[in-house]
């Protein structure tokens, strides 16, 4: 693909056109892509907020605070009210630990905005700090006189305490905000969200119930994945068809005109989207496009960049091409997802157990030599995946380095971490050291080094999906409140054969989830 500037020279150096591109490649988690692409976009037109403002929000994702902060600057002197460059302003401060002065920028954004959930997070954040939720409420309705009435406080504290993961906290007061404001239907569905990450499926459904009255996409979204997590897909599927028309969906899915759902494909091509960001996502629900082939389609994978090489070879995929690659000549296009609620064959049938995914060719022979076996059992780790939910003892997914060395301690057990990006740091810095070999793979190398190993022990990241598709014994450790494909109270997935699940028993407590993984790599070896 073409760097920055070989993207800027072909447009003609549009701004627009440019800073298009750097929003496209944000969107697809390439931050320091979409950096490049921001600041040429800002050179061009020095005098656009929106520019600036974007520039700035990227370096600040790619952690360039200084620079962040001069181009959030520059754009609030041309806009001193662009509500998205104070908020960013406040994130700013926010990270550097000057709460108060986070919480000034902040108001100043709620004064223009005062409904905007992520800057009533953002506020409630800041007076939560160091404060209980009866001083944070005091403390924003002091500090906020005349832009927030008491409810946007309350609500404020209540989203913090929620982010956070104090469910027990949060959900009388959103209880009592849903009493006064029975059409705040975001706050509803956060409420069926924290009662299924409280395990309480029975509250769940009633305020699923309420927040889907309010027709809007994240609650009919939620209202379909809560019933995949108790592994009723038939009702799942009920609750897709019965809003498929709905303008809604027109924002996930394609126009109807062109949408598969199981219509004749035999000489046809198909589209497939597979996903544009999430790694996961796109090794898991890829497999149903050997239903496109099977039906006599040609199928055009469009899978996130990382993804292209593996998944060229995948059984039904005819090509792949990458997000931002011009749309192919197409009959019909696909969300791979959806189409297990949309196709008339069972989700059962659609789910394809059989492993579907191979190392390539080249690469096995160079990782028989790197992984030799013996007599100890060759285990591959990974410990961290994305921010989502980082905050939130109850959804957070990720763990410590530290938290895995009673594995470290086992015998005739060899430790070699699968680990890529930021958490890779933990394993090179870690003090004492962690005695496990750094592999430092891209995918298809972790996918070829996966193969050569005994076991896999991961949390839920793209490698559990990239052994369980391979058919490699992995097992997948999840927090308390797990995704709702892994469903509830299972040790096994109907995904991935292959796997076997650790659940926490305590809200972001993993030493007993390592004990028994470690009890059953110890089996493991024994069956060896």
Same mark, same amino acid.
């Given at each position: 693909?073409?760097?920055?500037?070989?993207?800027? &020279?072909?447009?003609?150096?549009?701004?627009?056109?440019?800073?298009?591109?750097?929003?496209?490649?944000?969107?697809?988690?390439?931050?320091?892509?979409?950096?490049?692409?921001?600041?040429?976009?800002?050179?061009?037109?020095?005098?656009?907020?929106?520019?600036?403002?974007?520039?700035?929000?990227?370096?600040?994702?790619?952690?360039?605070?200084?620079?962040?902060?001069?181009?959030?600057?520059?754009?609030?002197?041309?806009? %001193?009210?662009?509500?998205?460059?104070?908020?960013?302003?406040?994130?700013?401060?926010?990270?550097?630990?000057?709460?108060?002065?986070?919480?000034?920028?902040?108001?100043?954004?709620?004064?223009?905005? %005062?409904?905007?959930?992520?800057?009533?997070?953002?506020?409630?954040?800041?007076?939560?700090?160091?404060?209980?939720?009866?001083?944070?409420?005091?403390?924003?309705?002091?500090?906020?006189?005349?832009?927030?009435?008491?409810?946007?406080?309350?609500?404020?504290?209540?989203?913090?305490?929620?982010?956070?993961?104090?469910?027990?906290?949060?959900?009388?007061?959103?209880?009592?905000?849903?009493?006064?404001? %029975?059409?705040?239907?975001?706050?509803?569905?956060?409420?069926?969200?924290?009662?299924?990450?409280?395990?309480?499926?029975?509250?769940?459904?009633?305020?699923?119930?309420?927040?889907?009255?309010?027709?809007?996409?994240?609650?009919?979204?939620?209202?379909? /994945? =809560?019933?995949?997590?108790?592994?009723?897909?038939?009702?799942?599927?009920?609750?897709?068809?019965?809003?498929?028309?709905?303008?809604?969906?027109?924002?996930?899915?394609?126009?109807?005109?062109?949408?598969?759902?199981?219509?004749?494909?035999?000489?046809?091509?198909?589209? /497939?989207?597979?996903?544009?960001?999430?790694?996961?996502?796109?090794?898991?629900?890829?497999?149903?496009?050997?239903?496109? &082939?099977?039906?006599?389609?040609?199928?055009?994978?469009?899978?996130?960049?990382?993804?292209?090489?593996?998944?060229? #070879?995948?059984?039904?995929?005819?090509?792949?091409?990458?997000?931002?690659?011009?749309? %192919?000549?197409?009959?019909?296009?696909?969300?791979?997802?959806?189409?297990?609620? #949309?196709?008339?064959?069972?989700?059962?049938?659609?789910?394809?157990?059989?492993?579907?995914?191979?190392?390539?060719?080249?690469?096995?022979?160079?990782?028989?030599?790197?992984?030799?076996?013996?007599?100890?059992?060759?285990?591959?780790?990974?410990?961290?995946?994305?921010?989502?939910?980082?905050?939130?003892?109850?959804?957070?997914?990720?763990?410590?380095?530290?938290?895995?060395?009673?594995?470290?301690?086992?015998?005739?057990?060899?430790? =070699?971490?699968?680990?890529?990006?930021?958490?890779?740091?933990?394993?090179?810095?870690?003090?004492?050291?962690?005695?496990?070999?750094? /592999?430092?793979?891209?995918?298809?190398?972790?996918?070829?080094?996966?193969?050569?190993?005994?076991?896999?022990?991961?949390?839920?990241?793209?490698?559990?999906?990239?052994?369980?598709?391979?058919?490699?014994?992995?097992?997948?450790?999840?927090?308390?409140?797990?995704?709702?494909?892994?469903?509830?109270?299972?040790?096994?997935?109907?995904?991935?054969?292959?796997?076997?699940?650790?659940?926490? #028993?305590?809200?972001?407590?993993?030493?007993?989830?390592?004990?028994?993984?470690?009890?059953?790599?110890?089996?493991?070896?024994?069956?060896?």
């Amino acid at each position: 693909m073409e760097d920055s500037h070989k993207y800027a &020279k072909r447009s003609g150096r549009d701004p627009e056109a440019i800073h298009q591109r750097a929003l496209l490649l944000a969107r697809r988690a390439e931050y320091k892509r979409s950096y490049a692409c921001h600041q040429i976009a800002a050179q061009l037109e020095p005098g656009n907020p929106r520019y600036l403002y974007h520039t700035g929000a990227a370096a600040h994702a790619i952690g360039r605070s200084g620079d962040a902060a001069s181009y959030i600057d520059h754009a609030l002197r041309i806009d %001193p009210h662009h509500p998205a460059a104070l908020q960013k302003l406040g994130d700013l401060h926010f990270d550097a630990l000057r709460f108060e002065t986070a919480l000034q920028s902040y108001s100043r954004a709620l004064a223009i905005a %005062p409904d905007d959930r992520s800057l009533l997070l953002s506020a409630g954040r800041c007076a939560l700090h160091d404060a209980n939720p009866s001083s944070a409420m005091h403390h924003l309705r002091q500090r906020m006189l005349g832009t927030l009435d008491p409810l946007h406080s309350e609500l404020a504290v209540a989203l913090a305490l929620a982010d956070r993961g104090d469910y027990e906290e949060a959900l009388p007061m959103l209880s009592g905000l849903v009493r006064q404001r %029975p059409e705040d239907y975001p706050s509803l569905r956060l409420l069926a969200e924290m009662h299924v990450g409280l395990r309480d499926q029975t509250s769940a459904r009633l305020w699923y119930e309420r927040a889907i009255q309010g027709n809007d996409l994240d609650s009919m979204t939620g209202w379909l /994945l =809560y019933w995949s997590r108790l592994g009723d897909f038939e009702r799942a599927r009920q609750i897709y068809r019965s809003s498929r028309l709905n303008p809604l969906f027109e924002r996930v899915m394609r126009p109807a005109n062109r949408r598969w759902e199981g219509q004749d494909l035999r000489g046809k091509t198909l589209h /497939l989207i597979a996903g544009d960001i999430y790694l996961g996502d796109a090794l898991q629900y890829i497999r149903v496009a050997r239903i496109a &082939k099977a039906a006599g389609a040609r199928v055009i994978a469009e899978v996130p960049r990382r993804l292209r090489s593996l998944l060229r #070879t995948i059984d039904g995929v005819d090509a792949v091409i990458m997000p931002d690659a011009p749309s %192919p000549p197409a009959d019909y296009e696909a969300h791979a997802f959806w189409l297990l609620y #949309t196709l008339p064959h069972p989700v059962e049938e659609s789910i394809h157990r059989a492993p579907y995914l191979s190392p390539p060719s080249d690469l096995r022979s160079e990782w028989r030599e790197r992984i030799p076996q013996g007599p100890a059992l060759n285990v591959g780790i990974a410990w961290r995946g994305s921010p989502w939910r980082i905050r939130d003892r109850y959804g957070r997914r990720s763990m410590a380095l530290e938290d895995l060395r009673p594995l470290a301690s086992l015998p005739e057990i060899a430790l =070699y971490s699968l680990q890529y990006g930021e958490g890779r740091a933990e394993l090179l810095q870690a003090n004492p050291a962690f005695p496990a070999v750094d /592999l430092a793979p891209d995918l298809p190398n972790t996918c070829a080094a996966i193969e050569r190993l005994d076991v896999i022990v991961t949390i839920d990241t793209s490698i559990a999906h990239l052994a369980g598709a391979m058919g490699k014994r992995t097992f997948l450790m999840l927090p308390y409140d797990a995704c709702f494909r892994w469903m509830l109270d299972r040790e096994d997935t109907p995904w991935y054969p292959s796997l076997r699940l650790f659940r926490q #028993t305590k809200p972001g407590f993993w030493p007993d989830v390592v004990t028994a993984v470690g009890r059953a790599l110890q089996s493991e070896k024994i069956v060896r």
